[in-house]
C-alpha cells in the first residue's frame, strides 16, 4: 500500500498563507483524534474583472493593476517578499485567468525560472505543474484542485467531492473549506456548519451505517464546545466527525 502524502506542500501552503490575509481557522483530524493544526481560510471570492486600481480622490474610472501591482497584492496579504510564486498565486483572492496579458506573460516567465509551467484556459481555469508532478488547477469559481504524482488529491473550496469515502457518508448540507484524499484517508473542513447541523450530521452518519463502537463527547470547555463523534462501519472504515470552536469537519481512514 502506498504511503500516504496528503497532497504534499501546496495545499497546507495554501490555506496557511490564506490565513495570513484574512480570519482563520485551523484543525487536522486523524484516527480517533481531531485537534487544532492547520491553518485554513475561506475560499477565493470568484471575482471576474481584472484586479483595479480604484482612485478615489478624483472619482477616475478603475484601471487595471499593472504586474508590479498583482505582485505586491499578493504579497501584502501573504507576507511574503514581492516576486509571484505558487504560493502567491494561491493565496491572492484572484481569477488568474481574467487577468491581462502583461501579468500573465509575466507569471508564465516567472514560472518558467521556477521549473514550473502555468497555463490559461479559455473556460478561465489556471493549471500549473510543478517539477515534482503536481498538478494544481484553479477553477472558475476560484476553487484549486491538487493531484499529486502519487495519486494523491486536494482541493481548496469547490463541491463536495466524490471518491471511494465520500460514497459512505451522505452528502453535508453545508461546504467544503478544504479537502485531501488518499488512499488510506480522507479529510475535509467544513465551511458554513454551526454545532448543531455539525451534530446532526453526525447523527446521519451513524445512521448511513457507522454504528459500530459509537464514541461521543459533548463538551463545554471555558464556553468553548467542543464535540466530536467516532464510529466503524464494521467494514474497515472508521469516521471521526468533530467540531471545536466554530471549526468542524470530518476523517474517513481505512483500518
Not at 163 to 182: I, W
Request: some cysteine; proline content about 3%.
Amino acid at each position: 500500500m502506498k504511503k500516504r502524502k496528503c497532497i504534499p506542500a501546496l495545499l497546507a501552503l495554501a490555506l496557511t498563507l490564506s490565513a495570513c490575509g484574512g480570519s482563520s481557522e485551523s484543525t487536522t483530524a486523524a484516527g480517533g483524534a481531531s485537534e487544532a493544526a492547520t491553518n485554513a481560510a475561506g475560499t477565493s471570492s470568484g471575482a471576474d474583472e481584472p484586479l483595479t486600481r480604484k482612485d478615489t480622490s478624483d472619482g477616475e474610472k478603475d484601471t487595471p493593476l499593472t504586474r508590479e501591482d498583482a505582485a505586491e497584492k499578493a504579497s501584502e496579504s501573504s507576507g511574503l517578499p514581492e516576486g509571484m510564486d505558487i504560493s502567491q498565486v494561491m493565496s491572492a483572492d484572484t481569477i488568474w485567468a481574467d487577468q491581462d496579458e502583461e501579468i500573465k506573460q509575466a507569471l508564465i516567465s516567472d514560472f518558467k525560472a521556477q521549473g514550473m509551467e502555468i497555463s490559461f484556459g479559455s473556460d478561465r481555469t489556471t493549471k500549473v505543474v510543478d517539477k515534482d508532478g503536481t498538478v494544481s488547477v484553479q477553477n472558475a469559481d476560484g476553487s484549486w484542485h491538487f493531484q499529486s504524482a502519487d495519486g494523491s488529491e486536494a482541493q481548496y473550496g469547490g463541491d463536495w467531492p466524490e471518491n471511494e469515502f465520500t460514497k459512505l457518508v451522505p452528502k453535508p448540507s453545508f461546504g467544503v473549506m478544504a479537502a485531501d484524499t488518499s488512499d488510506t484517508e480522507f479529510n475535509v473542513l467544513f465551511s458554513g456548519a454551526d454545532i448543531d447541523a455539525v451534530k446532526a450530521y453526525a447523527r446521519e452518519v451513524q445512521k448511513n451505517g457507522f454504528s459500530s463502537g459509537p464514541k461521543e463527547t459533548d463538551q463545554d470547555i471555558q464556553g468553548t464546545v467542543v464535540y466530536t463523534f467516532e464510529a466503524t462501519n464494521g467494514n474497515g472504515y472508521r469516521v471521526t466527525v468533530f467540531s471545536s470552536a466554530g471549526t468542524s469537519g470530518m476523517t474517513i481512514t481505512k483500518e
